[in-house]
Protein backbone atom coordinates (compact mmCIF):
# COMPACT_ATOMS: atom_id res chain seq x y z
CA UNK A 1 0.00 0.00 0.00
CA UNK A 2 1.30 3.54 -0.95
CA UNK A 3 0.04 6.48 1.68
CA UNK A 4 0.55 9.99 0.87
CA UNK A 5 2.34 11.76 3.74
CA UNK A 6 0.39 14.79 5.33
CA UNK A 7 3.92 16.78 5.00
CA UNK A 8 3.92 16.44 1.31
CA UNK A 9 2.92 19.82 -0.45
CA UNK A 10 4.25 22.31 -3.33
CA UNK A 11 6.71 19.92 -5.33
CA UNK A 12 7.72 18.06 -2.85
CA UNK A 13 5.43 13.98 -2.74
CA UNK A 14 6.28 12.01 0.29
CA UNK A 15 5.23 8.80 0.55
CA UNK A 16 5.16 5.63 3.21
CA UNK A 17 5.04 2.27 1.24
CA UNK A 18 3.75 -0.66 3.72
CA UNK A 19 3.05 -4.48 2.68
CA UNK A 20 3.94 -5.56 -0.73
CA UNK A 21 3.75 -3.10 -3.34
CA UNK A 22 0.96 -3.82 -6.62
CA UNK A 23 0.72 -2.51 -10.02
CA UNK A 24 -2.84 -0.85 -8.60
CA UNK A 25 -0.78 1.18 -5.97
CA UNK A 26 1.52 2.52 -8.62
CA UNK A 27 -1.48 3.79 -11.09
CA UNK A 28 -3.78 5.10 -8.75
CA UNK A 29 -1.80 6.59 -6.25
CA UNK A 30 1.71 7.03 -7.00
CA UNK A 31 1.91 7.77 -10.59
CA UNK A 32 -1.15 10.44 -11.03
CA UNK A 33 0.27 11.78 -7.81
CA UNK A 34 4.18 12.72 -9.41
CA UNK A 35 3.07 13.15 -12.55
CA UNK A 36 0.45 16.42 -11.47
CA UNK A 37 3.43 17.55 -9.18
CA UNK A 38 5.75 17.70 -12.85
CA UNK A 39 2.43 19.10 -14.20
CA UNK A 40 2.03 22.01 -11.81
CA UNK A 41 5.77 22.77 -10.97
CA UNK A 42 7.92 21.50 -13.49
CA UNK A 43 10.32 19.30 -11.61
CA UNK A 44 9.55 16.98 -7.89
CA UNK A 45 11.35 16.15 -4.77
CA UNK A 46 10.29 12.76 -3.86
CA UNK A 47 10.52 10.83 -0.19
CA UNK A 48 9.83 7.30 0.44
CA UNK A 49 9.35 6.10 3.72
CA UNK A 50 9.44 2.28 3.70
CA UNK A 51 8.29 0.91 6.67
CA UNK A 52 8.79 -1.53 8.95
CA UNK A 53 5.99 -3.93 6.98
CA UNK A 54 7.31 -3.12 3.72
CA UNK A 55 7.51 -6.42 1.85
CA UNK A 56 8.69 -5.25 -1.53
CA UNK A 57 7.17 -4.66 -4.95
CA UNK A 58 4.87 -7.49 -7.12
CA UNK A 59 6.49 -7.84 -10.86
CA UNK A 60 3.62 -5.13 -11.97
CA UNK A 61 4.74 -2.59 -9.80
CA UNK A 62 8.33 -3.31 -10.32
CA UNK A 63 7.67 -2.20 -13.90
CA UNK A 64 5.40 0.50 -13.16
CA UNK A 65 8.34 1.78 -10.47
CA UNK A 66 11.12 1.46 -13.45
CA UNK A 67 9.08 3.08 -15.98
CA UNK A 68 7.91 5.81 -13.85
CA UNK A 69 11.33 7.12 -12.81
CA UNK A 70 13.50 6.75 -15.86
CA UNK A 71 10.45 8.58 -17.98
CA UNK A 72 11.10 11.53 -15.71
CA UNK A 73 14.69 11.03 -14.87
CA UNK A 74 15.56 14.79 -15.48
CA UNK A 75 12.27 15.90 -14.03
CA UNK A 76 13.37 15.24 -10.30
CA UNK A 77 15.78 17.62 -8.02
CA UNK A 78 15.75 15.35 -5.04
CA UNK A 79 14.96 11.77 -3.81
CA UNK A 80 14.97 10.37 -0.43
CA UNK A 81 14.43 6.67 0.26
CA UNK A 82 14.57 6.07 3.62
CA UNK A 83 14.10 2.56 5.40
CA UNK A 84 14.07 -0.81 4.00
CA UNK A 85 16.25 -3.43 4.35
CA UNK A 86 20.05 -3.60 3.22
CA UNK A 87 19.27 -4.80 -0.05
CA UNK A 88 16.44 -1.94 -1.20
CA UNK A 89 20.09 0.86 -0.11
CA UNK A 90 22.29 -1.47 -2.74
CA UNK A 91 19.52 -1.18 -5.34
CA UNK A 92 18.59 3.10 -4.57
CA UNK A 93 22.29 3.81 -4.76
CA UNK A 94 22.94 1.38 -8.06
CA UNK A 95 19.31 2.85 -9.80
CA UNK A 96 21.02 6.77 -8.86
CA UNK A 97 23.16 6.33 -11.22
CA UNK A 98 21.03 6.03 -14.47
CA UNK A 99 18.94 9.28 -12.57
CA UNK A 100 19.84 12.91 -13.32
CA UNK A 101 19.38 13.93 -9.44
CA UNK A 102 20.86 13.83 -5.53
CA UNK A 103 19.71 10.43 -4.62
CA UNK A 104 20.27 9.88 -0.51
CA UNK A 105 19.46 7.09 2.17
CA UNK A 106 18.43 7.07 5.33
CA UNK A 107 17.73 4.37 8.20
CA UNK A 108 13.83 4.58 9.58
CA UNK A 109 15.43 6.39 12.37
CA UNK A 110 16.17 9.08 10.36
CA UNK A 111 13.40 10.13 8.97
CA UNK A 112 13.14 13.40 10.14
CA UNK A 113 16.55 14.05 8.58
CA UNK A 114 15.15 12.83 5.09
CA UNK A 115 12.69 15.47 5.94
CA UNK A 116 15.01 18.19 6.24
CA UNK A 117 16.89 17.05 3.54
CA UNK A 118 14.02 16.82 1.09
CA UNK A 119 12.29 20.92 1.99
CA UNK A 120 16.26 22.14 1.32
Known sequence: MIEILPDSRGKILGIR???KLTDKDYQE???PAL???IRDHGRA???CHMDK???GLEMGAMWDDAKLF???KSEFEKMAVVGGRK???VMV???AQFMVVEVRTFPDEQLQEAWEWIKV
Open 17 to 19: ATG
Open 29 to 31: VLI
Open 35 to 37: EGI
Open 45 to 47: RFL
Open 53 to 55: DFD
Open 70 to 72: LKH
Open 87 to 89: WIE
Open 93 to 95: KLF
